[in-house]
């Protein structure tokens, strides 16, 4: 299901596990966690197509859906097809899919390392499959 091209190996794989435990609903829940995860300069274009920064998002991700969180006033989210590309040093491309509720969307990442050396979310983006 999830994959590295152009051997990409650990950085991409770094990114991975990042990108997926943005995903995670305690992570989601907790300005904290996801805040190390993003970047200072993070941006955002929604699947509803609403531009977010970081002090936006992390305001109101707690009440977003992500993967596993099925409960009341929630969808189950499913992430397929996550394939990601080393294009410079530093900096990670993640693609892959999301589907909820019957509605899919196309998802795109950008990730960065920090002079820290960490890896966190840049930009991302969210697109609406008809």
Request: avoid cysteine; glycine fraction near 14%.
């Amino acid at each position: 299901m999830y994959g590295a091209e152009g051997g990409a190996g650990e950085a991409v794989q770094r990114v991975i596990e990042g990108e997926l435990r943005l995903l995670e609903p305690h992570v989601r829940a907790s300005r904290r966690l996801a805040g190390e995860l993003l970047d200072p300069d993070f941006t955002e274009v929604g699947r509803s197509g609403r531009r977010w920064d970081r002090k936006s998002l992390l305001a109101e991700l707690p009440a977003m859906d992500g993967p596993d969180t099925a409960g009341p006033g929630r969808r189950r989210v499913r992430v397929t097809d996550m394939v990601g590309r080393l294009l410079a040093p530093g900096l990670v491309h993640l693609t892959y899919a999301t589907e909820a509720g019957g509605a899919r969307t196309l998802r795109s990442s950008l990730w960065r390392r920090g002079a820290d050396g960490a890896w966190r979310m840049y930009h991302h983006q969210g697109t609406p499959v008809p």
